[in-house]
C-alpha cells in the first residue's frame, strides 16, 4: 500500500498569513491531485499536476509537483477564513483513476 | 451542480440491519467508481472499486460479504452495509471519474449504527 504522509498534520494561523503542506511519499505517481473536504462534504478538487516540476497557480494557491513525482506542496497566501477546511493530496498510478489519499492537513484561518 | 449525487445524506440505524448507499453519476456514464469510508478527523481509505457488469474489486482488509456493492447500470453504484454494528458508523463517500484525472466525490452519507 502507498503512503502519503502530509504535514503538517494541524495548522492554526490568522487571516493573512501565508502557509505552505507538505505531501511525500516513497512511490512514483503519475499524477498528483489536491482536494478540500469541508466537514459533512465530499472532497472538491482543486488542481492535479503531472509533470514532475510542475508549478500551477489556482488564485492565492500555488501548487507544485517534485521533480520526481514523489511529492508536493500547496502554498497559500494570505489565508483567508474562506480557505478554513481539510486539504488532502492524492496520487495516482498511470491511467487508472484508482487515487491514494494523503493523511490530510486541517486548516483553521482565524479571522 | 452536483455532477455525483450520494443517498441518503444521513442514515440512522439499529445494529443488525442492513443500509444501502447509492451512488449516481448524473450527467456522465461512469463503468467505474469508487467507495471510500472516512473516520472523524482523518482521511479517506478506499474500500473498493465498483464494475460496471463485473465483480467489485475490494481493497484488503476489507470484508466483501460485509460491504456488497453492486454496479447495476453505468450511471448507479450501490453499497450495502450488511448486519451494521456500531463500529461501522463512519462517513462514506463514492467517487466517479469522468475523464483522466478528473474525479468528482458524491457528499458522503453519514452512517450512524446504534
Known amino acids: 500500500t502507498q503512503l502519503l504522509e502530509q504535514s503538517p498534520q494541524f495548522l492554526s494561523i490568522q487571516e493573512g498569513e501565508n502557509l505552505t503542506v507538505y505531501c511525500n511519499s516513497s512511490?512514483?505517481?503519475?499524477?498528483l491531485q489536491w482536494y478540500r473536504q469541508e466537514p459533512g462534504e465530499g472532497p472538491v478538487l482543486l488542481v492535479t499536476?503531472?509533470?514532475?516540476?510542475e508549478v500551477k497557480k489556482l488564485k492565492r494557491l500555488t501548487f507544485q509537483f517534485g521533480d520526481a513525482r514523489k511529492d508536493s506542496s500547496l502554498h497559500i497566501t494570505a489565508a483567508q477564513p474562506g480557505d478554513t477546511g481539510l486539504y488532502l493530496c492524492?496520487?495516482?498510478?498511470?491511467?487508472?483513476?484508482?487515487?491514494?489519499f494523503g493523511t490530510g492537513t486541517k486548516l483553521q484561518v482565524i479571522p | 451542480g452536483a455532477v455525483v449525487s450520494q443517498h441518503p445524506s444521513w442514515v440512522i440505524c439499529k445494529s443488525g440491519t442492513s443500509v444501502k448507499i447509492e451512488c449516481r453519476s448524473l450527467?456522465?456514464?461512469?463503468?467505474?467508481m469508487f467507495w471510500y469510508r472516512q473516520f472523524p478527523k482523518q482521511s479517506l481509505m478506499l474500500m473498493a472499486t465498483?464494475?460496471?457488469?463485473?465483480?467489485?474489486?475490494?481493497e484488503q482488509g476489507v470484508e466483501k460479504d460485509k460491504f456488497l456493492i453492486n454496479h447495476a447500470s453505468l450511471t448507479l453504484s450501490t453499497l450495502t452495509v450488511t448486519s451494521a454494528h456500531p463500529e461501522d458508523s463512519s462517513f462514506y463517500i463514492c467517487?466517479?471519474?469522468?475523464?483522466?484525472?478528473?474525479?468528482?466525490f458524491g457528499a458522503g452519507t453519514r452512517l450512524s449504527v446504534l
Open positions: 467517487s466517479a471519474p469522468r475523464a483522466k484525472n478528473i474525479q468528482y
Open positions: 512511490s512514483v505517481f503519475s499524477s
Open positions: 499536476v503531472v509533470t514532475g516540476g
Open positions: 492524492a496520487g495516482a498510478e498511470g491511467g487508472y483513476q484508482k487515487v491514494t
Open positions: 450527467d456522465f456514464q461512469a463503468t467505474t
Open positions: 465498483s464494475n460496471e457488469g463485473s465483480k467489485a474489486t475490494y
